[in-house]
């Protein structure tokens, strides 16, 4: 069942393989699953980490609706996303999203709406530690320096 | 009444609390009303809304500026999103 929130801890991906196996049944060929890692370089500056948080229960809320609107479509099975908070280091996973379909034409054409919306709906934040100080980051990837106030 | 409010993220560096509440002696306030008492109290507000978009939400949605707030509704202070 299509479902989205926000987690703490990492995905344990097997157990997610073994799950979606169910739906081979039902006519899915296809899971394609999508993993967000923390880039260790931005504008050739070194990324040491991520800081990530939501304004819950909102957060979680949208990310289901968008699992839920999503899956609607012919020939999509099941939609999971799953957005991590907190500290989360140069690469290790940020967010997972698993889409099972009938076909991989499905789950690909899919798979680019979800990540876009995930991007610009959920009320998640994120500070980025790099080298050179801190940042903000908002929007599509634009930053504003942390200001030590 | 009272009221509870949120700065989440960069917001919080320019008022400095992360959360507070507002008491306010009337019974009910429209929600610019509202906003104008706290950006009166949190003056780093402006400088922030200067500088970024901000979204404000009224129990986690977005209402009109006449919409009634009332005795225990959240406010929150958000900057633009950034999943993924």
Do not use: C
């Given at each position: 069942?299509?479902?989205?929130?926000?987690?703490?801890?990492?995905?344990?991906?097997?157990?997610?393989?073994?799950?979606?196996?169910?739906?081979?049944?039902?006519?899915?060929?296809?899971?394609?699953?999508?993993?967000?890692?923390?880039?260790?370089?931005?504008?050739?500056?070194?990324?040491?980490?991520?800081?990530?948080?939501?304004?819950e229960?909102?957060?979680?809320?949208?990310?289901?609706?968008?699992?839920?609107?999503?899956?609607?479509?012919?020939?999509?099975?099941?939609?999971?996303?799953?957005?991590?908070?907190?500290?989360?280091?140069?690469?290790?996973?940020?967010?997972?999203?698993?889409?099972?379909g009938?076909?991989?034409?499905?789950?690909i054409?899919?798979?680019?709406?979800?990540?876009?919306?995930?991007?610009?709906?959920?009320?998640?934040?994120?500070l980025?530690k790099?080298?050179?100080?801190?940042?903000?980051?908002?929007?599509d990837?634009r930053?504003?320096?942390?200001?030590?106030? | 009444?009272?009221?509870?409010?949120?700065?989440?993220?960069?917001?919080s560096?320019?008022?400095?609390?992360?959360?507070?509440?507002?008491?306010l002696?009337?019974?009910?306030?429209?929600?610019?009303?509202?906003?104008?008492f706290?950006?009166?109290?949190?003056?780093?507000?402006?400088?922030?809304?200067?500088?970024?978009?901000?979204?404000?939400?009224?129990?986690?949605?977005?209402?009109?500026?006449?919409?009634r707030?009332q005795?225990?509704?959240?406010?929150?202070?958000?900057?633009?999103?950034?999943?993924?």
């Amino acid at each position: 069942m299509s479902e989205g929130r926000i987690i703490e801890n990492d995905l344990d991906l097997n157990a997610v393989v073994k799950e979606f196996s169910k739906y081979s049944k039902d006519g899915s060929g296809a899971l394609l699953i999508f993993v967000g890692l923390v880039k260790g370089l931005v504008d050739d500056k070194k990324v040491y980490e991520l800081e990530y948080s939501a304004y819950e229960p909102y957060a979680s809320e949208i990310l289901n609706k968008i699992a839920v609107e999503e899956s609607r479509d012919e020939g999509i099975y099941d939609i999971r996303i799953y957005h991590k908070i907190g500290s989360v280091k140069v690469g290790e996973p940020t967010l997972y999203i698993i889409i099972s379909g009938g076909s991989r034409h499905d789950v690909i054409s899919k798979m680019s709406k979800v990540v876009e919306r995930v991007k610009k709906e959920p009320y998640i934040f994120k500070l980025e530690k790099r080298e050179d100080g801190e940042y903000w980051v908002y929007g599509d990837g634009r930053r504003f320096r942390r200001e030590k106030r | 009444m009272k009221v509870h409010v949120k700065f989440l993220a960069a917001v919080s560096d320019y008022t400095g609390v992360y959360k507070t509440e507002i008491e306010l002696d009337e019974e009910e306030y429209t929600f610019n009303k509202i906003l104008d008492f706290i950006r009166e109290k949190y003056p780093g507000l402006k400088e922030i809304e200067a500088k970024i978009p901000i979204i404000i939400l009224l129990n986690g949605r977005k209402p009109k500026p006449d919409t009634r707030v009332q005795d225990g509704d959240k406010i929150a202070f958000l900057p633009p999103t950034s999943g993924g």
